[in-house]
């Protein structure tokens, strides 16, 4: 046992002994335990007025006085305590709490700060850095907020909440790789947790969106891997999917998920218009062409409606059709698009042009060949000069 633990206990059951014959202390022990809070409050309230400078009146009082919802008493004979015996760990915990409980947070980090968590047990270590967290957090330290979030769940590693809690915490932050690593741990702890797949898809989706390659791919498919896990997916979640389905390559996944969310809200653009993507991918662009046009009936929103002209234009090039494609772009505002399908447009009209000069040269020369042969088949013809 440690020693400051060793010592605190000690000296408690010799006051507690000692107490034994004092008015008012067995008493408000037997009134607390019997839940008679009114009675433990005067035996105790007794008990502090003939001994003001015992830590352990002002300590129990105070507990008492917190169930009974007279929290600034409460907080007044706990601190009390506090001060009287400001080593004691019972009471830093007990303080702290209360304070947290009560609002006062940079009080509660000012007790609970200074509690080496090492003089605690195990399972009480656990607690001490959530309580120090949550002060951390509510006064603005969010760094030492999220450290104490990992020693949490460090000192439990096989809690998911704890990886999840911390994880959140990183991932809001903007800490990526302490992110992912802890909500992949939270998300492979409890698989059945909708929330705690959904948080680790959207991390995995913001790494995807800023990276680059195979890295980049990877992260959309462990994304989309996360979501198929979500037993009864919402509309979102089918979303998402196929985003993360379209960023992973996976194109026929894509196409069925993209499916299943317009099945749910058949009035959205959305689903359409991952269809117009997928299929676009695949090639199948008579398809995609249908599905982004079916995505503009629906969208509402003018940026919306930028984004599926954009794809559509693509569309169009892509099946050489480039004054539809030329008329995309416009109705885009994509002045890029529309050059680069103009220019695509006479270079396809220059090949045009060359191959039916081509064409022209290979009838004509036909033509000649078929008059030599002709030629020849007269009685004592020759044939003509070149």
Do not use: C
């Amino acid at each position: 046992m440690n020693k400051k633990l060793a010592t605190s206990a000690l000296v408690l059951a010799v006051l507690t002994f000692a107490a034994a014959a004092e008015a008012g202390w067995e008493e408000g022990v037997a009134a607390f335990r019997a839940g008679d809070l009114g009675r433990a409050a005067q035996e105790f309230q007794r008990y502090v007025d003939e001994r003001p400078d015992v830590y352990q009146g002002h300590y129990m009082l105070g507990q008492v006085l917190l169930k009974q919802n007279k929290n600034q008493e409460a907080l007044a004979h706990l601190r009390k305590a506090y001060d009287l015996e400001p080593g004691n760990l019972g009471v830093q915990m007990v303080l702290g709490k209360a304070y947290l409980d009560n609002g006062r947070y940079a009080d509660a980090a000012s007790v609970l700060g200074k509690i080496d968590a090492g003089g605690l047990p195990s399972a009480q270590r656990v607690p001490l850095f959530q309580m120090r967290a949550k002060a951390y957090e509510k006064t603005g330290d969010d760094r030492r907020a999220r450290g104490e979030l990992k020693l949490a769940a460090d000192a439990a590693p096989n809690n998911a909440d704890l990886w999840f809690a911390y994880g959140a915490a990183a991932f809001n932050a903007g800490d990526m790789q302490g992110a992912l690593s802890a909500l992949k741990k939270a998300a492979d702890l409890d698989a059945r947790d909708a929330d705690k797949q959904r948080t680790y898809a959207q991390a995995l989706l913001r790494q995807g969106r800023t990276s680059q390659g195979q890295a980049k791919q990877n992260a959309y498919a462990t994304a989309a891997s996360a979501l198929g896990k979500i037993g009864s997916p919402t509309y979102d979640d089918l979303i998402a999917m196929a985003g993360a389905q379209l960023g992973a390559k996976q194109y026929d996944g894509a196409v069925a998920t993209a499916q299943r969310a317009a099945s749910q809200k058949a009035t959205d653009w959305l689903p359409a218009f991952y269809l117009g993507q997928a299929y676009t991918q695949k090639g199948e662009f008579r398809t995609a062409e249908a599905k982004l046009k079916e995505a503009l009936t629906k969208a509402s929103k003018p940026g919306d409606k930028t984004t599926i002209w954009t794809q559509l234009g693509f569309v169009y090039e892509k099946q050489k059709a480039y004054d539809n494609a030329i008329a995309a772009y416009s109705q885009a505002g994509n002045a890029a698009g529309v050059k680069r399908a103009e220019e695509n447009k006479q270079t396809a009209q220059y090949n045009q042009a060359v191959e039916q000069e081509a064409a022209e040269i290979a009838r004509l020369k036909q033509e000649q060949d078929k008059l030599k042969e002709e030629l020849k088949a007269l009685p004592g013809a020759k044939p003509p000069l070149r």
